[in-house]
């Protein structure tokens, strides 16, 4: 059993310093997609980012006919975070997206209470968004969210699901769009060690609740559109305040360059873009942001259609 315990330790550590864990889900505040990231990790108030189900629901219904993409972020020391998107309208400014994120770290080292190596574990997180979101009137849309995230340390696996649900309000003249967002509520965790050693307790943990506000400015230079952003989450339960801002220059339609600070670090990021038979819009971001702990620099790249 002190064996077992081991395990649990070294594999509940790895994920805490490198996911910056403490409270439960917090591999979701290190945020997706290589455009928001590169500019501060905001998103909010975007009104054209397929990652919509996750920054706010309400956005879903802007997307257009139909927008996917899917995101791999190169991470140091065995961790992984990957993702895959997909939004569309269905009827008179209606759409639906669906978001799906996994994490983990693998390769982590279980030993013995004699300091022998006994094998290696790994831990896992999934979590997936589903999003609605309708234009009211005007420029208003209204979006609600389901949420279910699934954690796992070694053979012990918990599960919970959720409510969100976000607002959002463009204004044509200047370009501006305002953002608004509530998550994660009524989540928890309940663990159960029985599973693992024949004989535990049950442990409640709470998912942080979040607010999220955000403005997004379009506006053009010459002949270049150009994007500033900024975001500000709260996680009142966990006392926890964040920020980010960032800008995007479209020198010519085909390029975006960007650049931000997401509250601890400056972000960078390029985006490319091209027509394809069919698809309106084909393309890649990539996004540099650095870490924590003198940990290599996270590298994220998306991979998006539009049709």
């Known amino acids: 059993m002190r064996t077992k315990f081991l395990i649990v330790c070294a594999v509940a550590l790895m994920t805490g310093e490198l996911f910056a864990a403490g409270e439960p889900a917090k591999f979701l505040w290190m945020g997706i ?13 975007y009104i054209n980012t397929p990652w919509a189900p996750f920054y706010n629901p309400a956005s879903v219904s802007a997307r257009g006919k139909f ?17 895959a998107t997909i939004s569309a309208e269905i009827y008179e400014e209606a759409g639906v997206g669906l978001t799906w994120i996994h994490s983990g770290v693998s390769g982590v080292e279980s030993r013995n209470e004699d300091g022998q190596k006994t094998g290696t574990v790994a831990n896992g997180n999934d979590a997936i968004f589903f999003a609605f979101g309708k234009e009211l009137a005007g420029k208003f849309h209204l979006g609600l969210g ?19 649900g976000g607002v959002s309000y463009r204004i044509q003249k200047p370009d501006i769009t305002i953002g608004f967002v509530a998550q994660n509520l009524f989540m928890k965790f309940l663990w159960n060690s029985n599973n693992y ?19 997004s400015y379009n506006f053009r230079v010459g002949g270049a559109e150009c994007n500033l952003s900024a975001d500000i989450r709260d996680y009142p339960s966990a006392g926890k305040f964040k920020y980010g801002i960032g800008a995007e220059v479209n020198p010519i339609p ?28 084909i393309g890649v971001d990539y996004a540099l942001v650095p870490e924590n702990w003198g940990v290599a620099p996270r590298h994220i790249v998306d991979l998006m259609v539009e049709y």
Not at 33 to 45: D, E, F, K, P, S
Not at 257 to 281: A, C, D, M, Q, Y
């Open 67 to 83: 927008s996917g993409a899917a995101s791999n972020q190169f991470l140091a020391l065995d961790r992984k975070i990957y993702a």
């Open 254 to 281: 085909q390029i975006s360059i960007r650049g931000g600070f997401n509250g601890e670090h400056p972000t960078f990021g390029i985006g490319v873009r091209t027509k394809l038979g069919k698809l309106s819009n």
């Open 197 to 215: 050693y024949g004989t535990g307790q049950t442990v409640e943990e709470k998912v942080p609740e979040l607010v999220r506000g955000g403005v």
């Open 33 to 45: 997609g290589a455009r928001g990231l590169a500019m501060g990790n905001t998103g909010t108030a």
């Open 146 to 164: 389901v949420e279910y995230i699934e954690s796992s340390i070694e053979n012990v696996t918990v599960t919970t699901a959720g409510f969100g």
